[in-house]
């Protein structure tokens, strides 16, 4: 099963709004990332919020993570319509604090902003 | 520019027939990856390479194969044994080693079978 797995599916807000996707996960991990993907292409690192920290900013990004929970959210801000994408969470595992050197990614939010 | 190339950007198969997919990085990175992506799906691991020589099954390497002969190369060959290949494939690049980092996507390869 998904390590990473979102929430919402689909999101679909006007331009101004903030936008807010979750992500759960099952296991340990070192870290977990948050990635960006236009249609059709590759995706695009976005922001890494280690597990020892609890937020992270990067312009209209914030980023939590709750490790008792399990869970991380991220926050874009004052939306706009090129923010339009898909976003992924993506977990680096661990065991013991040694990481397995692999990503799991989770099924993905498909966010529409409109103008 | 530095960066990681993929090609073609549209594949065709015929039934039976084996493809290779090429992935390409000049950022010296250590680390590769391939990745299967359905339609509103999250990514699945192919396979991955933490070193040149080296690589390892991801989730779902049946029918799949690679080979990782030059630290800037990771080919992906889709053989006939994978029943349903139609599909985004995606190469990604890390700095690799034991730790986690980011990865570097290319732009995919979308594959489908004739």
């Known amino acids: 099963s998904q390590q990473g797995e979102e929430d919402p599916q689909a999101l679909s807000i006007q331009e101004g709004e903030n936008a807010t996707m979750n992500c759960s996960y099952k296991?340990?991990?070192?870290?977990l990332q948050w990635y960006r993907q236009n249609s059709g292409r590759g995706l695009v690192h976005l922001i890494l919020?280690?597990?020892?920290?609890r937020e992270k900013h990067s312009g209209r990004l914030r980023v939590t993570l709750d490790t008792s929970k399990k869970s991380s959210s991220l926050l874009i801000t004052a939306s706009r319509a090129a923010d339009t994408a898909s976003y992924f969470c993506?977990?680096?595992?661990?065991?013991?604090?040694?990481?397995?050197?692999?990503?799991?990614f989770g099924q993905g939010t498909i966010l529409t902003v409109h103008p | 520019d530095g960066g990681i190339t993929q090609s073609p950007k549209y594949l065709f198969r015929k039934e039976g027939q084996n493809v290779t997919l090429s992935c390409e990085q000049n950022?010296?990175?250590?680390?590769m990856y391939w990745y299967r992506q359905d339609p509103g799906q999250g990514l699945r691991l192919i396979y991955y390479?933490?070193?040149?020589?080296?690589?390892q099954k991801g989730d779902i390497a049946e029918g799949y194969s690679v080979s990782r002969e030059k630290k800037e190369s990771f080919p992906l060959t889709v053989t006939s044994a994978q029943k349903n290949p139609t599909a985004f494939y995606l190469c990604?690049?890390?700095?690799?080693?034991?730790?986690?980092?980011?990865?570097?996507f290319g732009p995919g390869t979308r594959l489908t079978v004739l």
């Open positions: 990604a690049s890390s700095t690799g080693g034991r730790g986690s980092d980011t990865q570097y």
């Open positions: 296991t340990s991990i070192n870290n």
């Open positions: 919020i280690r597990s020892n920290e």
């Open positions: 993506a977990t680096d595992e661990s065991a013991g604090g040694t990481s397995y050197g692999k990503l799991t």
């Open positions: 950022l010296n990175h250590d680390a």
């Open positions: 390479s933490q070193i040149v020589n080296d690589f």
